[in-house]
């Protein structure tokens, strides 16, 4: 309920054209929208038996979906150490709450509580320095601006958030399909595997290109589009760079790392189940980095979420059909295709006002640490006894091949 506003704070929250990002009394506002219809889903889901504790639940949702929105607008206006203050006060906020109040009364109410109190307490910073900012602006300022209302940010991020919910259920939701197609023990593998696999990739993109659009809004600004363009089309080939080994690792030695994380009967089961699930979170990922910025600076945020729609429609009518035939394997391939159906969608989407760059230097630097994942797997095959060690140091060769080439683009700019 609460991702349009994230979404829109992301490219609103220090304005465009001649408006001024929104006030924080707007923001807050804007905040306080969900809070009934949260708090009356909370209430439903307990009236059919869903979940426990509606009030305690409900209250620890609203004030981290609150603290969230805070962290995006400080992304929004590019201010990272405002950013990560959020995080790091609602991190140790929690701990410290938890450990209170779970001393005094361990139940699972009370965690919830300490998990809404830190996130409350992560929200006062915010707010307090919009606040004094707001306050030295107004005395500094003559002629007043116009600013982004309550409705412009809903306006532009509600079709936009459809995607952060879309991701979720491709995420998670294929579990529960091969609990009932399958049997808990399957599922249990199954979400085993994809998941270690998935939370190795996918929130490593994320955490790695969370400055790309609010860097590419103030390119824009003072350059204009293009350069932006061009700096998103540099920021996410290097980042997606940085995952590529990890990636080619799980493809190449799903069993010799999934040996060294996971007990022994889920480690060695289902061998195509990770490398796929790897796969479609890098897709997932390569959106994320790449094309979304771009639709981002465009103010075509809707298209991202029509890109994660139509992702998951293709899942929903793969992953059952898929399933029946292949087993598990296929209820990954569904979700590897459904990533590959949205990817397309955005990239077709986010190049149709103009010709977009391919970084050849980058695909080079792809190949390459592909036939270095090759060779090893090859090696690998020779002396099995040594497929972990051999996939290390293939990741560590990757990773040399990458600051190579790290350093030959950073000279290049320079230059």
Same mark, same amino acid.
């Given at each position: ?32 929208? &969900? ?18 504790? &509606? ?28 950013? =990560? ?51 030295? =602006? ?11 209302? =309550? ?51 996918? &929130? ?24 932006a363009k061009l700096f998103i089309a540099r920021s996410s080939a290097n980042t997606l760079l940085c995952v590529a080994p990890i990636l ?26 990770? &490398? ?22 465009d103010l075509r945020a809707s298209h991202i979420g029509y890109s994660a729609l139509l992702g998951l429609v293709a899942w929903a009518v ?48 792809f190949c390459l640490m592909f036939l270095i994942a090759l060779c090893a797997k090859y090696i690998a095959s020779l002396r099995p006894q ?14 040399? =091949? ?14």
């Amino acid at each position: 309920m609460y991702g349009w506003l994230q979404m829109s704070l992301v490219r609103l929250a220090s304005g465009h054209g001649d408006m001024v990002g929104p006030r924080i009394t707007t923001v807050i506002r804007a905040m306080l929208w &969900p809070v009934l219809p949260c708090f009356s889903l909370a209430y439903i889901l307990s009236y059919v038996g869903a979940i426990f504790y &509606p009030f305690a639940t409900a209250m620890a949702s609203v004030f981290l979906a609150c603290s969230v929105c805070l962290a995006q607008m400080a992304r929004g206006k590019n201010n990272p150490y405002l950013y =990560a203050t959020i995080g790091a006060v609602r991190l140790l906020g929690v701990l410290v709450g938890a450990w209170i109040v779970g001393s005094v009364s361990p139940q699972a109410d009370s965690l919830l509580y300490a998990l809404g109190g830190g996130a409350l307490l992560s929200c006062l910073l915010p707010v307090l320095s919009e606040c004094c900012r707001a306050r030295t =602006a107004r005395l500094l300022s003559k002629t007043p601006s116009s600013e982004v209302s =309550a409705k412009e940010l809903f306006r532009y991020g509600y079709v936009a958030s459809i995607s952060i919910g879309a991701v979720m259920l491709m995420i998670h939701g294929d579990r529960f399909v091969v609990g009932m197609m399958l049997g808990n023990e399957a599922a249990a593998s199954y979400t085993a595997q994809s998941e270690l696999a998935r939370q190795l990739i996918y &929130p490593v993109v994320s955490a790695l290109s969370v400055s790309i659009v609010p860097t590419a809004l103030m390119i824009d600004r003072q350059s204009g589009s293009r350069v932006a363009k061009l700096f998103i089309a540099r920021s996410s080939a290097n980042t997606l760079l940085c995952v590529a080994p990890i990636l080619l690792n799980l493809v190449f030695f799903p069993t010799s790392i999934l040996s060294a994380l996971l007990p022994e009967q889920y480690a060695y089961s289902n061998a195509w189940v990770s &490398p796929l699930a790897a796969t479609g979170a890098y897709l997932l990922g390569c959106r994320l980095a790449r094309c979304d910025p771009v639709l981002h600076l465009d103010l075509r945020a809707s298209h991202i979420g029509y890109s994660a729609l139509l992702g998951l429609v293709a899942w929903a009518v793969l992953v059952y059909p898929l399933t029946f035939v292949l087993g598990v394997e296929g209820c990954a391939l569904a979700g590897m295709l459904g990533s590959a159906i949205s990817l397309s969608y955005s990239a077709l989407i986010s190049r149709s006002n103009g010709p977009g760059s391919i970084n050849i230097v980058g695909c080079g630097t792809f190949c390459l640490m592909f036939l270095i994942a090759l060779c090893a797997k090859y090696i690998a095959s020779l002396r099995p006894q040594l497929a972990l060690v051999i996939a290390m140091v293939s990741a560590i060769v990757m990773y040399l =091949a990458l600051s190579f080439y790290l350093w030959a683009t950073r000279n290049g700019d320079h230059s």
